[in-house]
Structure formats: structure tokens, C-alpha cells
């Protein structure tokens, strides 16, 4: 193994703690490293973000699945793999946004409903609970 990938090792082996890191999967990741032209540090950061995703027992053709997704979107300096999942990690958020916001907007709806509405809307819902709780 060529020394500059010594440092690639080490770092996987302490991220997939659970499992040894064999040589033929280093010299697949080794592979993908020089075949997309791909910093050693974005590759470790994506292994890092699998890791955070599924724990330190994956497999490495999930990692080499991530890590050909995040080259395709252009992501092959740790930098750029850092922008990449700062995006990831805002749509994920703004998606929860709006999913509170639709719950916020069913509650002031519900408010605003008569009092006879609100007996039938609470009837609806305890059935569909209980239906949903029979099967």
C-alpha cells in the first residue's frame, strides 16, 4: 500500500471499530479513490457520515454506494463533501419545519371548528384510532 493511503487505514479502522478492516476492502476504496480523482478526506468524511447513518458495522459496498453518490454530485474535496451534507442536513431540517407547520395549522383549524363539528372531528379520529388499533 502506497504511504499516502497509511493514513486512510488507520482512520478507517477507527471509525468501523466493530469489524476489521481487510486489505481488499482498502484496495477497493483505494480503487474508487483514484478512479473518481477523490481526496482521502472526503472519502473518510463520507465513511464518517455512513458511520453516523448506519453505525460502525457497515458493509463496504454501502460505503462505496454513498461515496459514488456524493462524486456524482461533484463532491470529491473534503470541502465539497462538507457543503454536500450541510445541504442534506438543512433539507432535512426544513422538511421537519413543514411538518410542523401543517400540525400547527390542522390545530388553529380544528380551534375554529363549532362545538358540534369538534364532537364529530374527535368521533372520526377515536374511530379511525381504533380500527387502526384492531389490525
Known sequence: MDNKYNSL???LQRLLDLRPV???EIAD???FIESYSMEIN???AIVNYCVALKGSNIKPP???NVAKC???EGALTAEQVEKTLYKKSNSANS???ESISQEE???KLFRKLNPKLKKNVIDIVKGLTTSLDNK
Do not use: D, R, T
Open 9 to 11: 487505514y488507520g482512520e
Open 22 to 24: 481487510n486489505p481488499q
Open 29 to 31: 476504496y483505494v480503487q
Open 42 to 44: 472526503a472519502f473518510i
Open 62 to 64: 454501502y460505503i462505496l
Open 70 to 72: 456524493f462524486a456524482q
Open 95 to 97: 422538511q421537519k419545519e
Open 105 to 107: 395549522y390542522l390545530i
